[in-house]
């Protein structure tokens, strides 16, 4: 395992602080999730549905809801 070392400020520090005590981790887990996030394939990175593409069900009541509300 490497170590790292990085200089925040402040601002970033508490969100980061806030980040672990609401998801119950350490900031490593926290790297780790947000390196997971970033390098997924660049079709779901860049798609409007991105997330949602393995929940048919959830996607077709999104597109749904859209077309109800644009007329």
């Known amino acids: 395992m490497k170590k790292i070392e990085i200089e925040l400020n402040q601002a ?4 980061i602080e806030k980040l672990t005590q609401t998801h119950h981790c350490q900031v490593s887990d ?11 394939p660049e079709m779901i990175n860049n ?16 597109i749904e809801d859209i077309l109800l509300t644009r007329n």
């Open 12 to 15: 970033t520090y508490d969100k």
């Open 30 to 40: 926290l790297i780790k999730a947000m390196i997971d996030q970033l390098t997924k």
């Open 47 to 62: 798609s409007f549905i991105g997330e949602w593409s393995n929940d048919a069900e959830l996607v077709d009541q999104m």
